[in-house]
């Protein structure tokens, strides 16, 4: 269990003020829509999202050594910083 906390707060961390998150409190400020409705949703999304990221991440990782996958990712996140730091003074 305590390999797993770091999972569950990257990720928790990860998704706090994302457009997902966003997108659900603009649903849960629609009167018409249950809150709870609201939440089954997108939790129900999140959970479909995550296995998908699961089940596609145990098959590349077939394909590609985790290292790689991790290298790549850090660059990915390295450059999406610098994109945003970059446009917001140029």
């Known amino acids: 269990m305590r390999s797993l906390?770091?999972?569950f707060l990257t990720v928790l961390l990860a998704?706090?003020?994302d457009?997902?998150?966003?997108?659900?409190?603009?649903?849960?400020?629609d009167p018409k829509l249950s809150r709870v409705g609201v939440f089954i949703a997108a939790a129900s999304a999140?959970?479909?999202?995550?296995?998908?990221?699961?089940?596609?991440g145990a098959q590349l990782t077939r394909l590609v050594s985790p290292a790689l996958?991790?290298?790549?990712a850090a660059i990915g996140f390295i450059m999406i910083g610098l994109w945003m730091l970059l446009a917001k003074y140029w």
């Open 5 to 7: 906390v770091p999972i």
């Open 15 to 17: 998704e706090l003020g």
């Open 19 to 29: 457009k997902t998150q966003l997108a659900t409190l603009l649903f849960a400020t």
């Open 46 to 56: 999140l959970t479909v999202s995550s296995l998908l990221a699961v089940a596609f």
């Open 69 to 72: 996958l991790e290298t790549l």
